[in-house]
Structure formats: structure tokens, C-alpha cells
């Protein structure tokens, strides 16, 4: 049962275009969604999150929207850079657990073509 | 401190030895999760300590795993037995508890592990 899903294993986007990630997860107890991104041979490092009360949160190049409505979230990325290509981890959480049971979907790979 | 720290970074043992693994989470963080993720897949949540207090295991957990964390500090994973299917990068990560909110966690470089 995934609760957290990211459809597309891949995603490949020119330097200076934006990079749209998705992610879809099913269960409406999730108030918390994160995104990591890793790179190889590293653990994943954190990038971004929002809380369910909102439906927007802006760091820099780097935006996630939230659709409660249909279980659907966003990462954009503008504008993408070659460093930006690595694989991102979509991830939601329920209630205050901070990463206690946080569900991580499997991931996409984005590339960042120069 | 700079982060999280995990050893050892590879491990190649045969089947039916033990291993253990250790991680030092940040200093103030008294959250510590241990994951496991497989080629292909994200991190799947394997066990969670409070401070000292292991508070929950998931059933991807068999007999054969243990974790410890018994000052609070830093934690061990032990897998005994070790089977094919254990081959994964285990990964560490801490957290610190906010009152009213999530935080997120902070992962390791974590510990790949080949059973052959």
C-alpha cells in the first residue's frame, strides 16, 4: 500500500526551465509533507516542506504547492540548474512526529541538462 | 558537529554473519529514526527512539534486528543472521521535538550493506 506515490521515475528539464515534480499520496490523515533531495552516495538532506493549513511555501528557486483537495503536491524548481539533478524524495507525515513514520514516496530523478 | 554520522559507510559480510552498524545524531536532537532503502524505492521506516526510549518498531523489523540507543546518544542497529534480502543502505537520521509542529529529520550518508 503506498500512501505517498511519485509516478514518474524520471524527469529530464534544460538549465534555466522550470523542473516540476509531483507527488500524489492517499491517506487524509497526512498534515506535514516534506521533499528531500539526494544525491549519490549521500543520505537524503532536506529541502522544503509545508504544513496542511497552507497551500503554498516559497524557499528561493524553490516552491511547493499543496492541493488538499486532491491529495496533490508540487515541487517547482526555477530556475533549474545543473546541481539541482539528483533524486527527489516526496514524503508526508500525520500529526506532530517530526520524521517518526514520515513516508517517503520512491522518488524521481530529475537531470539538469546544460 | 556537523551532522550525522554514520559507520561504517560499506559492509560486505556473507550470509548468516552478524552486523551492527552505528550513528551519532546531531548533538540536541533526542529524536533518532533508523531507515532502510532499497534500489529504486524511498526510505522505509524502520524504528524510532525518543531519547533512550525505543517507541516503535515497524513490522519490516524481524526478530533478527535490534536497535539500541542506551545513553540517549548515540545508536546501534545489529542485524543477526543476515540474510540476501537485508543487501540495502541503512539509514540513519535524528530530529528534535517541537511543541506544536513537525521538524523535519536530518539523514546520515548512511551504511550500505552487502550480504553475499
Known amino acids: 500500500d503506498q500512501q505517498v506515490k511519485q509516478n514518474s521515475p524520471s524527469l529530464s528539464v534544460q538549465e534555466g526551465r522550470i523542473s516540476i515534480l509531483n507527488c500524489d499520496y492517499t491517506?487524509?490523515?497526512?498534515?506535514?509533507f516534506l521533499w528531500y533531495k539526494k544525491y549519490p552516495a549521500e543520505g537524503p538532506t532536506f529541502l522544503i516542506s509545508?504544513?496542511?493549513?497552507?497551500d503554498k511555501n516559497e524557499d528561493g528557486r524553490f516552491t511547493v504547492f499543496l492541493n488538499k483537495s486532491a491529495k496533490h503536491l508540487s515541487l517547482h524548481i526555477v530556475p533549474s540548474q545543473p546541481g539541482d539533478s539528483a533524486v527527489y524524495f516526496c514524503?508526508?507525515?500525520?500529526?506532530?512526529?517530526?520524521?517518526?513514520?514520515?513516508?517517503f514516496g520512491a522518488g524521481t530523478r530529475l537531470f539538469v541538462k546544460a | 558537529d556537523t551532522g550525522v554520522s554514520q559507520d561504517p559507510r560499506h559492509k560486505i559480510t556473507k550470509r548468516g554473519q552478524n552486523v551492527t552498524f552505528r550513528c551519532d545524531p546531531i548533538?540536541?536532537?533526542?529524536?533518532l529514526y533508523w531507515y532502510r532503502q532499497t534500489l529504486g524505492q524511498g526510505p522505509e521506516f524502520l524504528t524510532y527512539?525518543?531519547?533512550?526510549?525505543?517507541?516503535?518498531k515497524s513490522r519490516l523489523l524481524s526478530d533478527r534486528f535490534s536497535a539500541e540507543r542506551p545513553k540517549g546518544s548515540f545508536s546501534t542497529l545489529e542485524i543477526q543472521r543476515t540474510e540476501q534480502g537485508d543487501s540495502a543502505m541503512y539509514l540513519c537520521?535524528?530530529?528534535?521535538?517541537?511543541?506544536?509542529?513537525?521538524?523535519?529529520?536530518?539523514f546520515g550518508q548512511g551504511t550500505r550493506l552487502t550480504v553475499v
Open positions: 537520521a535524528s530530529s528534535s521535538t517541537g511543541v506544536g509542529k513537525n521538524t523535519e529529520a536530518f
Open positions: 491517506n487524509s490523515m497526512f498534515d506535514y
Open positions: 509545508i504544513s496542511s493549513i497552507k
Open positions: 514524503a508526508a507525515s500525520a500529526g506532530n512526529t517530526g520524521g517518526f513514520k514520515t513516508i
Open positions: 548533538s540536541e536532537h533526542n529524536r
Open positions: 527512539f525518543q531519547n533512550e526510549a525505543q517507541l516503535e
